[in-house]
């Protein structure tokens, strides 16, 4: 198994769906800032696009239309 | 193909690495995977239609969590494979390129320094050590390091008072525990990565998460990332677990292993 939903902590246990929330994002702080770029006229994307802000606003976005009021809230849910 | 399509980048990797595990596979849109050689080193790409992988339409759908997530997860999956078979060099995500011709000149154009981070990135593996602050523990150290300590301590550490008596000196107090609270968190956040730091390669900190990602409610002091030598990783996961302890007050947790995302770049074209 190479999916990121194994990749749970150490300290082990069945992943949540907070776990997979978790594990989500530590995969999209490594594929939006990290990897290699190789920018020039030959890549038709990435070079112009400001990747981790797009990120950011889409997380946003959904955390926003799913989750109202759950932080602080304790366990999320989805 | 042609005009309608483009050619996602996963990763590149050595042509002389085998292509047994992924051959056959798929990546993002459960598109096939193909292998493109140039000069020794080969990019493993899918065909993608621009309809859904083109320039605006991709702006589009990043801000889609759900295919932001699914894209992502398929991305990675496939540099997961790649890398069982050997080393690799993870592309950021959403790279597409015109054509293969225009990957086989990138290849050909980068040769010298794709294989340099190739050399770098052998028998190495990325590890994630993210700290945690242990709710309470610092706050109560740093009240009863302070002149002031006493009753109004513990009222400090058990979060917001019943709204009786003297609430406005318990604010101030509050607050500064708060304040210094803070700062030893970020100081034992900084001993731990260069703890961990000496005992890796190379090393990077991401920004901590957003608890409103996230959904967890403690406040991330570390988001590390360490390229190890897999000769050392049970140094590195030993030293992890010695500082996963509760006096620091800080919470570790190990994630990995992952592909070398956070040590692809070559120094030109990353920050």
Redesign the interface.
């Known amino acids: 198994m ?3 939903d194994v ?5 082990g246990g069945q992943p949540s769906r ?1 776990d997979q ?20 006229e ?5 070079a112009d ?1 400001d ?1 981790v802000h ?10 926003d239309a799913l ?1 109202p009021g ?3 809230g ?3 849910g989805r | 193909m042609g005009e309608d399509h483009g050619v996602w980048l996963y990763a590149i990797t050595r042509a002389s690495a085998g292509q047994g595990e992924w051959n056959g596979s798929r990546g993002v849109a459960e598109t096939p995977l193909e292998a493109i050689d140039e000069g020794g080193l080969r990019a493993v790409a899918s065909r993608v239609p621009l309809a859904e992988f083109g320039a605006d339409a991709l702006r589009r759908n990043l801000e889609d969590l759900d295919w932001l997530a699914t894209t992502a997860r398929a991305h990675d999956a496939v540099i997961s494979t790649v890398g069982h078979m050997g080393t690799v060099i993870p592309m950021r995500l959403a790279t597409v390129y015109l054509d293969d011709d225009r990957v086989r000149s990138m290849l050909s154009q980068h040769d010298h320094e794709l294989r340099f981070t190739l050399d770098r990135l052998a028998g190495r593996t990325e590890w994630g050590v993210k700290a945690y602050r242990r709710p309470g523990v610092l706050v109560g150290a740093a009240t009863s390091g302070a002149t002031t300590a006493g009753p109004g301590a513990g009222a400090v550490s058990a979060g917001p008072t019943d709204g009786s008596g003297t609430a406005r000196p318990r604010r101030r107090d509050q607050l500064s525990a708060q304040r210094s609270a803070d700062e030893i968190t970020a100081r034992r956040a900084q001993e731990v990565h260069s703890a961990l730091t000496i005992l890796a390669a190379d090393s990077r900190r991401h920004p901590p998460q957003d608890p409103k990602l996230t959904g967890r409610r403690e406040q991330m002091a570390l988001n590390g990332s360490y390229l190890v030598d897999d000769s050392r990783l049970d140094e590195f996961a030993s030293a992890v677990a010695a500082l996963d302890d509760e006096r620091c007050g800080l919470r570790l947790e190990l994630t990995g292993p992952w592909p070398p995302y956070s040590f692809a770049g070559n120094g030109e074209t990353q920050r």
């Open positions: 190479t999916s990121p990749r749970i902590p150490a300290a907070a929330r978790v594990a989500l994002m530590d995969l999209l702080d490594r594929v939006l800032s990290g990897g290699v770029v190789i920018s020039g030959v890549t038709l994307t990435i696009v990747m797009v990120s950011l606003r889409a997380c946003d976005a959904s955390v989750q759950a932080v602080g304790g366990t999320v």
